[in-house]
């Protein structure tokens, strides 16, 4: 089966209603809690609570029983309404992962988001994004006072009157890009990945940069490849912690491979053929990297990606 252009890439989506409970109070939030009609995703050490039987799916918890009966409500993040409840998030702040029913653990959403329902994957990152964010600005920024939550979670402020600096969700935009000439795309793999595996060529967006400097700064940079024409393709929410992936795809002008900044420790041109017969080792298929390489190398072969069973039994 060929893509869909139009599908939404892994952990984007409506999935969450976050303009609902926009003005949440902390009356109004208790008063959720009380009637059961809140749940709650807890992140412990960046990882969020899975069942695994009978099929996998997002375990929401009831505020009323096990480790978070009584939790602060000054600790709670909300996230908006999710099937038809008000939904929030908490960092779990101990040495081992509290102990949930039998069958759940908390799991890396890298591995976790293929197996889960679309909507919940894109909830899971919501949560873990919003922990990042709330554990990284405990302290005020400006002057280092302790901060205090606003907005149901969803600002931090200082506590210093003579401050008062006010802190909000932020995303750091990175920029990926498969480049490509002919039948051939070039892939580049960073030190730490699992043997073999080869991807996209990405990099964060730096102050005063437009997207397509970006690009071009970036794989020039890494590869020594110039890029010509090129095409913005799609975008992905990826919370680790807390990027926005925006996709293009670039033509090369030239091929000689120079890697310059260290941030690659190989780099090379992969030919069609050589994917589909497992060579490199690709990216997640949840990752809008695999989608960039999947998209190109579906437009002109004989079957679809999805079909080659060499890249299936290679992927990990």
């Not at 935009?173 to 002919?182: D, E, K, N, R, S």
């Not at 030190?191 to 700064?217: C, M, T």
């Not at 490849?225 to 929410?237: K, T």
């Not at 890697?259 to 589909?276: K, Q």
């Amino acid at each position: 089966m060929r893509p869909d252009p139009e599908r939404p890439n892994v952990f984007s989506g409506p999935h969450v209603d976050r303009l609902k409970f926009s003005q949440f109070d902390a009356e109004t939030v208790a008063r959720a809690i009380a009637e059961g009609a809140a749940r709650l995703v807890p992140v412990w050490r960046s990882r969020c609570p899975v069942i695994r039987e009978p099929s996998p799916s997002a375990l929401l918890l009831e505020f009323g029983a096990g480790p978070f009966a009584g939790i602060d409500a000054d600790e709670l993040i909300l996230l908006g309404e999710f099937e038809g409840r008000a939904v929030f998030t908490t960092e779990v702040l101990t040495d081992a992962p509290p102990a949930l029913a039998g069958g759940v653990e908390f799991a890396d959403l890298r591995l976790a988001a293929g197996l889960l329902s679309h909507d919940e994957a894109g909830l899971l990152a919501y949560a873990r994004a919003m922990v990042s964010f709330r554990h990284r600005h405990r302290f005020c920024g400006s002057c280092g006072a302790p901060t205090r939550p606003q907005r149901a979670g969803r600002m931090m402020t200082c506590t210093n009157e003579a401050c008062g600096t006010e802190f909000f969700p932020r995303v750091d935009p990175a920029v990926i890009v498969l480049v490509t000439h002919g039948d051939h795309a070039l892939l580049g793999r960073q030190p730490g990945w699992p043997a073999g595996r080869y991807s996209a060529i990405a990099g964060f967006v730096e102050p005063g940069e437009s997207l397509e400097d970006s690009v071009r700064r970036e794989v020039l940079e890494e590869t020594g490849i110039e890029i010509g024409a090129m095409n913005y393709q799609s975008s992905q929410p990826w919370p680790f912690p807390r990027s926005l992936m925006l996709g293009f795809r670039g033509e090369a002008v030239s091929t000689a491979i120079h890697l310059g900044d260290e941030e690659l420790e190989d780099a090379r041109w992969f030919s069609r053929a050589e994917i589909a017969a497992g060579t490199p080792l690709l990216p997640f298929r949840q990752s809008i990297a695999f989608r960039l390489i999947e998209e190109w190398y579906d437009a002109d072969a004989r079957r679809p990606l999805a079909e080659e069973h060499a890249v299936h039994g290679r992927r990990s």
